[in-house]
T-cell receptor, first 120, second 110 residues
């Protein structure tokens, strides 16, 4: 099991360029998430997908779009990159987003290795 | 704004000592709590989760939850230099999303 994989590992963009960050998981998880991590700010949720076919905004969605391509894959798109989007991006997955009725621990999120994005 | 607050640190302990990491949360509807360890340049990895009031032990790690005080802690016994990392506390609130604290940097000195 590879767990959660992300591509690319590093990326440098110029302001205004677009790109898509890819994420895939092989744990048969229902829920997937995109976070960004900035120094002093902790991990902040950008978008999440509670189940295949659904997506919802997190804390900092502006400037991003997402696609839940299938159960395995969840991509994050920057349409017009800005220097403020320079960050480390993590994808995560969990069995279920909701607790009630499910086994304890199934809402545990497992993280990919991250993508380090610099926007010049 | 639902928040999770951690003591900012950095926290420095000698090898073999007990490291105590603390976290408070504002959302009384929070149902589950997680401690992650993050080495520099790496992704967060799960240490423990806790759902019920009281203590939960796993090897050298003990998580403690007090819902009345809205307080979560992580104790690391017999601290090792390999425990040096940033520790992230997270709570899953009534909106089913995880909210992370900003992390506490722990250094274990040989």
């Amino acid at each position: 099991n590879a767990g959660v994989t992300q591509t690319p590992k590093f990326q440098v963009l110029k302001t205004g360029q677009s790109m898509t960050l890819q994420c895939a998981q092989d744990m048969n998880h229902n829920s997937m998430y995109w976070y960004r991590q900035d120094p002093g700010m902790g991990l902040r949720l950008i978008y999440y997908s509670a189940s295949e076919g659904t997506t919802d905004k997190g804390e900092v969605p502006n400037g991003y779009n997402v696609s839940r391509l299938n159960k395995r894959e969840f991509s994050l798109r920057l349409e017009s990159a800005a220097p403020s989007q320079t960050s480390v991006y993590f994808c995560a997955s969990s069995d279920h987003a909701q607790y009630s009725g499910y086994r304890l621990g199934t809402d545990t999120q497992y993280f990919g290795p991250g993508t380090r994005l610099t926007v010049l | 704004q639902k928040e999770v607050e951690q003591n900012s640190g950095p926290l420095s302990v000698p090898e073999g000592a007990i490291a105590s990491l603390n976290c408070t949360y504002s959302d009384r509807g929070s149902q589950s709590f997680f401690w992650y360890r993050q080495y520099s340049g790496k992704s967060p990895e799960l240490i423990m989760f806790i759902y019920s009031n009281g203590d939960k032990e796993d090897g050298r790690f003990t998580a403690q939850l007090n819902k009345a005080s809205q307080y979560v802690s992580l104790l690391i016994r017999d601290s090792q230099p390999s425990d040096s990392a940033t520790y992230l506390c997270a709570g899953r609130g009534s909106n089913y999303k995880l909210t992370f604290g900003k992390g506490t940097l722990l250094t274990v000195n040989p």
